[in-house]
């Protein structure tokens, strides 16, 4: 069954960046739609970014876009959460998040609704 682990978390200053990583283990994600959410503490969880399969096309929260990218390496099994000018508001713990489909049509319900989540990342940005 496949696994979804994330990598990549850390600590950073404000305007600083990081790249989260999303692996399947036990599986290839290759054939399906991947999405980052993430959940601050005493927050609702949020969608953050989409990319679909067949298409590769991308979805972004408004408050990250132009400042996150999503992409994906199929050869590598991998999809990858790039996140510059980070700032505080930023900080949450990240999850990869699939729902079996090929395409996604959001970053967030109801185009994107995720059925299988990884363990979570935390992203701290603080100076």
């Known amino acids: 069954q496949v696994q979804l682990v994330e990598s990549g978390g850390g600590t950073v200053q404000p305007g600083g960046s990081l790249r989260l990583s999303c692996t399947g283990s036990?599986?290839?994600?290759?054939?399906?739609?991947i999405g980052w959410f993430r959940q601050a503490p005493g927050k609702e969880r949020e969608g953050v970014s989409c990319i679909s399969r067949n298409d590769y096309s991308t979805h972004y929260r408004h408050s990250v876009k132009g400042r996150f990218t999503i992409s994906r390496d199929d050869a590598a099994n991998t999809v990858y959460l790039q996140m510059d000018n980070l700032k505080p508001d930023d900080t949450a713990t990240y999850y990869c998040t699939t729902d079996w489909e090929y395409y996604c049509s959001g970053y967030g319900p109801p185009g994107f609704i995720p059925t299988l989540w990884g363990q979570g990342i935390q992203v701290t940005v603080s100076s």
């Open positions: 036990g599986g290839s994600l290759t054939s399906y739609a």
